[in-house]
């Protein structure tokens, strides 16, 4: 199930992708919330996030679909870097300042696709643990790793 469901993740177009992470995020966030990401993996982050804050929400949005396009941008390559957890605590973080403002929220009315729909049905259906190694997989590809690049 979980190879089957990143398979169907993968096969998304970008913005479809962030889609369904946003609703992934809304539906699971509220258990994952207890368990926040390490505050030690946070800190490693706070430079890229003071950046973030200080961007439009024009450039927030773009720089989510450069990570997620693994365009080749100075956060992409510090994104690639981080370990999968970070990178979950990373989105997590994203999500949370979303809900608030700081960062550019869903636009208003926005109705998911059905492909969208799709995986996040599949993800439904598998146990927590399952939805969690999904996540990762979906979240561990983003970024740019020059090591990578070229096989892609
Ligand atoms: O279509 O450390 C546009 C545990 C318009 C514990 C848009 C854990 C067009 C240990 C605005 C472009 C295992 C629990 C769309 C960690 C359009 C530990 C934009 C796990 C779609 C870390 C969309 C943590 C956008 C987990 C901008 C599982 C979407 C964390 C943005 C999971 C979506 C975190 C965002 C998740 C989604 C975060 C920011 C799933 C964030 C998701």
Redesign the pocket.
Same mark, same amino acid.
């Given at each position: 199930a979980v190879p089957a469901t990143t398979a169907m993740f993968a096969e998304l177009n970008i913005?479809?992708q962030?889609?369904f992470?946003?609703y992934?995020?809304a539906e @699971? =966030?509220r258990t994952?919330t207890p368990?926040a990401?390490?505050k030690a993996?946070l800190q490693l982050m706070e430079g890229i996030f003071n950046q973030i804050k200080q961007m439009s929400h024009e450039e927030q949005?773009q720089l989510?679909?450069d990570l997620a396009s693994n365009a080749d941008t100075p956060i992409s390559r510090s994104y690639a870097y981080f370990g999968v957890?970070a990178k979950?605590?990373f989105?997590?973080q @994203? =999500?949370e300042w979303?809900k608030e403002g700081i960062v550019?929220p869903?636009?208003v009315g926005?109705q998911m696709s059905t492909q969208v729909k799709a995986v996040l049905e599949a993800v439904q259906k598998i146990d927590q643990s399952q939805q969690?190694t999904v996540?990762r997989n979906t979240v561990v590809n983003m970024g740019f790793d020059p090591s990578l690049a070229d096989k892609k």
């Open positions: 913005d479809d962030l889609a992470l946003w992934a995020y @699971l =966030g994952i368990a990401p390490g993996n949005t989510m679909r957890n979950l605590g989105w997590w @994203l =999500g979303m550019a869903m636009p926005y969690i996540l």
